[in-house]
């Protein structure tokens, strides 16, 4: 790399105390930079007695027009301009870095070629520096400051928006960092930017960020500003300023941290290893059907978005009647933004990136919220948010439902209530928590509604502990909750009427009459347990492999008991104690057996069960609630051990903990070799058999017992429709939610028989019933893939369509016309 140039268009000056330095820095500037070094230089001839000495540096970023030749002008005209180059392009940052380092001004003004805040305001600045700051920066979003001339309205909002994430992650209280017209205290500057390493637009807010964590204070000045033609930011640079202040975040991190973070990120990919293998062809097989509906959710949803088609609703499920997107969790708030790494990728390797990520970024979120709020010693946060990201439930639901794995959303919602109740700026905390909440809705409602009972019952046990709290936060807690729902209600109000009226909507969705945990289960380790697991016990004890919603093991529940003795005059462990118990008991369910007898008692969640939003809640999952809860307080332990001076007590407490935490350590999730694609759906054969509107009607059809058609789909890049399917619908009349398309009498007789293998007598009313079935689902053909029992269910179809089926590229083939009438197309 070649090392910068410094030119001075007057060589050999004798070195003078220069009071003031004006940075300007140039790139292709030939056209707007004339004007601008003669107003600074004539403003600052005529305001000598004022400014004192003066300098005027022009800092280069590899012009390739004739911004030298411009600048060597002007310094022929008065040696006290100056000129430094970079030999090529490498950003304002850059630039700015090479002026200030050649300064020798005891002020600093650093101000852009367009000068759009005109060099008059110098004065106001100045005043500012005097009064003992640092740094004076001028502003456009200071009561006081004037806009003469607007930029473009997009580029306006992008603007304003950027500012809005400069203020949250690197800059508090500084309202508007990018105008290009500060004032710093020259020594101080130069160490700044000697400092700094960003060389683009982020330059700004990295200097600013080094001003406040040296404490050295900083004024924002009202000036007046007026947009110039000719600007040299491009639309692509407020993607690179995000980049940058994620650098900049990421550098600012402590050590600790990332290493939190980057361990969280290992433990996710260990999880998944068996997928990322070959994410393609490989398959979590206790997922069930699940990533196939989950895989099908995100390619439809990039489709929808490709095509502008309504993400909401679909046809090429449950065809014809459709599916109601918003009814089933698609979790647009991913499946949206992650459209290209789906198209680019597909839909396997988007599912597996969103949720190898999203529990990462769980986990990372949960340590930030526990050293925030509960603990500073970083050992114990990350013990705690390990716990929290990867306890028993966690892990079971990994399978097979992102929704209940990206949990990132939670901690920062319940980081915000808290802020509401501190009460000092509720109106800005109530709009963020509304739309923290309105994107964790379009994330999944279940999982904010279990949240939110978690939080209820936390801030129910706090209250009752410390009651001069409550009465200090209960007003701007509820003011709060107010500007928050009214922030939220009109963004989420079609996407929920859709959800509850628009076409394909149910009622609830049935789960049988009881499906929450054994006391058992409670106490007892997963399937996927490391060391302790039991695919036998743990499959007797829940609803199947990826409903396993308890599972913490009795020594955790041990390990909580004594902590929660030990440290029982803290508030925060009262309420935290009172959230697992509660939590725990409503995930019994409506009634529960206690173990070892026939006796059967009601359960906490009779009080709840069937009353609007929580009938289509599958109750054993408040379990999970008691996961962020335990890790609490395992935060809390551990933060105490490494406290405490005696050795006996700290050896004894690293064993419990040892012994609590390393039965739950999970084993990487199963994975085996995916179900081929028959050639004939893979290689593009059906398009010679579905016809416009027509569908292709896969033997047995798609429900949620085999959805593998899903996948069929999803390969053919939705070129056919699917009768049945795997997702939520209406039933009937009263329009139940079920799992899967309405049955219908030739669906149900093919699944039969792929289940049992029997064929049962198929007359005339089954051919009759067939005809009338698939003229319903606009059948252009029949497609029965190699499996078991595939020759009865051959025997079944042939007799059904009335002539046999055709073997063609590795499936039987059957042609029909579409509208069930079974014509066979000619070639």
């Known amino acids: 790399m070649s090392a910068p140039q410094c030119t001075d268009v007057v060589q050999d000056k004798p070195a003078v105390d220069v009071d003031l330095t004006v940075v300007v820095p140039a790139y292709n500037e030939e056209r707007r930079l004339g004007p601008t070094l003669d107003a600074i230089v004539t403003h600052l001839t005529e305001n000598e007695g004022r400014f004192g000495q003066w300098e005027l540096i022009v800092a280069d970023d590899g012009s390739t027009d004739g911004t030298e030749a411009v600048a060597a002008e002007a310094g022929a005209r008065d040696p006290r301009v100056r000129f430094v180059t970079s030999p090529r392009n490498r950003g304002k940052g850059h630039a700015l870095r090479l002026g200030v380092a050649a300064s020798r001004g005891r002020r600093v003004l650093v101000t852009d070629a367009d000068l759009a805040a005109p060099i008059e305001e110098l004065e106001h600045l100045d005043k500012a520096l005097a009064d003992g700051r640092a740094a004076a920066i001028g502003s456009r979003a200071t009561p006081g400051a004037s806009i003469e001339a607007h930029q473009h309205r997009l580029r306006e909002l992008l603007g304003r928006a950027g500012n809005l994430l400069i203020r949250r992650v690197a800059v508090p209280g500084i309202r508007d960092t990018q105008c290009g017209f500060k004032l710093f205290d020259g020594d101080r500057a130069r160490e700044a930017f000697a400092a700094s390493r960003l060389n683009g637009w982020g330059i700004d807010v990295e200097i600013l960020q080094h001003f406040r964590r040296s404490g050295w204070p900083v004024a924002e000045v009202p000036v007046r500003w007026a947009h110039q033609s000719g600007s040299k930011v491009r639309p692509l640079d407020y993607g690179r300023v995000l980049t940058e202040l994620s650098l900049l975040k990421l550098r600012s991190a402590r050590p600790a941290d990332l290493l939190a973070a980057a361990l969280f990120l290992l433990m996710s990919v260990a999880l998944y290893s068996g997928r990322w293998v070959n994410p393609d062809d ?36 449950g065809f014809p009647d459709g599916v109601n997107l918003m009814a089933n969790t698609v979790m647009l708030g991913l499946s949206v933004p992650f459209t290209p790494v789906t198209l680019l990728l597909g839909p396997a390797v988007a599912l597996n990136l969103v949720m ?168 007892s380790f997963a399937e996927r347990s490391l060391v302790a697991g039991n695919a036998e016990t743990a499959g007797a004890l829940s609803l199947n492999p990826t409903e396993q919603n308890a599972f913490y093991g009795w020594p955790l529940a041990a390990l909580a008991f004594a902590v929660v003795v030990r440290l029982w005059d803290r508030a925060l462990v009262k309420a935290l104690a009172f959230t697992v118990l509660a939590a725990a008991a409503l995930s019994l369910g409506p009634r529960f057996r206690i173990p070892l007898t026939d006796v059967v008692l009601p359960g906490p969640w009779a009080a709840l069960a069937g009353k609007p939003l929580f009938e289509s809640v599958i109750e054993g999952r408040v379990a999970m609630v008691c996961a962020p809860a335990l890790g609490m307080l395992v935060a809390l332990a551990f933060d105490r051990l490494v406290r405490t001076r005696a050795l006996a007590t700290q050896y004894l407490g690293m064993v419990a903990l040892a012994a609590a935490l390393l039965p739950l350590v999970p084993a990487p999730l199963k994975s085996v070799d995916r179900a081929d694609v028959p050639a004939f759906v ?3 054969t059906w398009k010679s058999y579905v016809g416009e509107g027509e569908s292709l009607v896969p033997v047995p059809l798609p429900d949620p017992v085999n959805a593998d058609a899903l996948h069929w789909q999803t390969t053919a890049d939705f070129g056919f429709r699917l009768p049945g399917g795997y997702f939520n619908g209406p039933f009937g009349e009263e329009r139940v939610g079920i799992y899967g398309a309405a049955p219908r009498y030739t669906s149900n007789l093919l699944r039969e028989i792929a289940n049992s293998g029997a064929v049962p007598e198929i007359g005339e009313n089954w051919r009759a019933q067939a005809r009338y079935d698939l003229a319903y689902w606009r059948a252009g053909v029949l497609v029965l893939a190699p499996q078991p029992r595939q020759d009865a269910l051959r025997e079944a179809v042939d007799k059904l369509v009335g002539h046999p089926g055709t073997f063609v590229d590795g499936a039987w083939v059957w042609d029909l016309d579409g509208s069930g009438g079974f014509h066979r197309r000619t070639e």
């Open 282 to 317: 490989r398959y979590l097989v206790d997922s069930l059907q699940d990533q196939n509906q989950w895989e099908w959710f995100f390619a439809v949803t990039a489709d929808s978005v490709r095509h502008l088609h309504n993400p909401l609703f679909t046809t090429y499920q």
């Open 356 to 523: 190898t990520l999203g529990l990462a970024a769980t986990a990372a979120a949960w340590y930030w919220l526990i050293v925030k709020r509960v603990v500073r010693q970083r050992g114990a946060a990350f013990l705690g948010a390990a716990l929290a990201a990867f306890a028993p439930p966690m892990v079971s639901h990994a399978n097979a439902h992102p929704n209940f794995v990206i949990l990132l959303m939670i901690p920062l919602i319940i980081d915000r209530a808290l802020r509401l109740c501190a009460g000092t700026r509720v109106v800005r905390d109530g709009v963020v928590l509304g739309l923290m909440a309105t994107y964790q809705i379009f994330l999944g409602e279940e999982p904010l509604l279990l949240a939110s009972m978690g939080m209820a019952l936390f801030a129910l046990a706090y209250a009752a502990v410390r009651r001069d709290v409550a009465r200090a936060s209960w007003r701007p807690l509820l003011k709060g909750l107010g500007v928050g729902a009214a922030v939220c209600l009109p963004l989420i109000a079609f996407p929920l009427y859709w959800q509850f009226a628009g076409p394909q909507s149910y009622q609830s969705v049935l789960h049988g009459d009881n499906a929450g945990n054994s006391p058992l289960a409670l106490l």
């Open 682 to 684: 893979a290689d593009g």
